[in-house]
């Protein structure tokens, strides 16, 4: 079997390929190396760089000729820009390449009659919903243009599925951090744990943005999911679309476990060995107090869960930091 991964030398990309290829399958690794990392996906015989930017006007044919060459059954697409403020600001980047990326995949796709399609979306869907645990079946509604490509992406799968027969899944992410390997950490310093690291390395304390939201101890709550976990749910998804049975093609990829922000530097300054007075900061502009995922569908229907817990996910994040 072999997969095409589009933006497979990025973090979470280069996860699934490791874990691809560990278990002996081939995979064509698709990036244009504008943020993923060529050192990544290096050191195995199973995997192949091409180096491509599927935003092109050329993407669909290039991508077509890569899908035919390589016998390819199945592709997974992450490559995507993913920083919600710059959608704000620049919301034609976002429709032109996140949109236009997929639109050229999915048609590379029809051309050369590959039909299980694995798709990057995010709890950026849900917007600011205000229940306990967000099920799929609660309505998305986006509130930047980040979430609402991920939304309209969504869509065009389902379209797909219509006009060519495709199968496809789209898993919505919650909030990922952590590395399997230190060479495939997150290198990108956007994320909470990320910024708490670098700023720590920098001397600095972290801030807070907010802490008199209406949760236990005021600061806001997230489901953090290892990068390891969420690999692995791509990995079940691909092996669901491979199957007969297929009742849903959206899933939550979390742990249905929530932590605040202040949990979460707790965490870090036990595997720092660091003690962290965090500055308070105002609230940041359109985060919902609490965002914790329902994982009764990816479990029951997958047959996936996530087996690290918020400990694990910032000592292996502390670790691939150490190692760099
Ligand atoms: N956050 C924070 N300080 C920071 C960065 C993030 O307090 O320097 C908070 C942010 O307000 C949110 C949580 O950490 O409540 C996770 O933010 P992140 O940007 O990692 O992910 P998001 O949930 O926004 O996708």
């Not at 072999?2 to 990309?13: K, R």
């Not at 390819?72 to 429709?95: N, R, T």
């Not at 869509?155 to 027969?165: K, N, Q, S």
Request: proline residues 5%; hydrophobic residues 40%; aromatic residues 6%.
């Amino acid at each position: 079997m072999t997969t095409l991964v589009i933006g497979g030398a990025g973090y979470i990309g280069s996860h699934v390929v490791r874990l691809l290829s560990d278990r002996g399958e081939r995979v064509i690794v698709v990036d244009d190396l504008s943020t993923g990392l060529r050192a990544r996906v290096e050191g195995s015989d199973l995997v192949e760089l091409v180096e491509l930017d599927v935003t092109r006007p050329d993407a669909a044919e290039k991508l077509a000729f890569q899908l035919r060459a390589s016998g390819a059954d199945a592709v997974i697409h992450f490559a995507a820009h993913k920083q919600v403020g710059q959608s704000v600001a620049k919301p034609e980047l976002y429709w032109h390449d996140n949109i236009g990326g997929l639109a050229n995949v999915l048609a590379a796709c029809a051309n050369a009659e590959v039909r299980d399609v694995v798709f990057s979306s995010s709890a950026a869907v849900y917007g600011v919903p205000d229940v306990d645990l967000v099920t799929e079946d609660l309505t998305p509604a986006p509130i930047n243009p980040y979430g609402a490509t991920k939304y309209v992406g969504e869509w065009m799968l389902a379209d797909a599925e219509r006009a060519h027969g495709m199968r496809t899944v789209a898993l919505r992410y919650f909030n990922v951090a952590g590395a399997g390997h230190p060479e495939l950490a997150d290198t990108a310093v956007m994320n909470l744990v990320p910024i708490v690291l670098d700023a720590l390395d920098r001397g600095e304390q972290p801030r807070v943005f907010g802490d008199d939201y209406d949760t236990p101890d005021g600061t806001c709550i997230r489901d953090y999911v290892h990068a390891e976990d969420l690999a692995e749910a791509h990995v079940a998804a691909l092996d669901y679309l491979r199957g007969e049975d297929r009742p849903h093609r959206v899933f939550n990829v979390g742990t249905g476990t929530g932590s605040s922000v202040l949990e979460v530097l707790d965490a870090i300054a036990r595997a720092t060995g660091t003690e962290i007075t965090p500055e308070i900061a105002p609230r940041r502009p359109g985060d919902p107090a609490r965002l914790v995922c329902s994982t009764d569908r990816i479990e029951e229907t997958l047959g996936w869960r996530a087996t690290h817990d918020l400990d694990e996910i910032v000592t292996s994040a502390v670790q691939a930091r150490r190692l760099a």
